[in-house]
C-alpha cells in the first residue's frame, strides 16, 4: 500500500480554509480517484514539538493506494481538476511525499 501526503507548509502571509478542504477538496479528490482510492484523511495542525511552537503544517491530506500505479494513472486523468481547486481553499503551494507503508 502506499500512502500520499499532501502537506500544506504554516508560512505567515498565508491562507487556508480548513472547511472547504475537508468538506469539498477532499471529496472531490474521492470523487474523482473512485475505487481507486482506498481511504483519506485530513490533520489540522494544532502545534509544534510544545504547545508553544506553532504547528510546521498547517493542514495534512492522506491519499491511500494499493499501489503506486493506481495513484499515478488516476493524477493522470484528474489532477487538472484538482489543481484548480487548490486556489479555491489556500495560496500555499503544497509538498507532496508518496511513502510505502511498511507497518500498519
Partial sequence: MVKVAILYPNEADKTFDMEYYANKHMPLVADLF?????HYAVDKGVSGRTPEDSAPYVAIGYLYFDKLSDY???FKIN???ILSDIPNYTNIKPVVQISEIIQH
Fill in 72 to 74: 499515478q494513472n488516476a
Fill in 34 to 38: 473512485g475505487n481507486l482510492l482506498k
Fill in 79 to 81: 489532477g487538472e481538476k
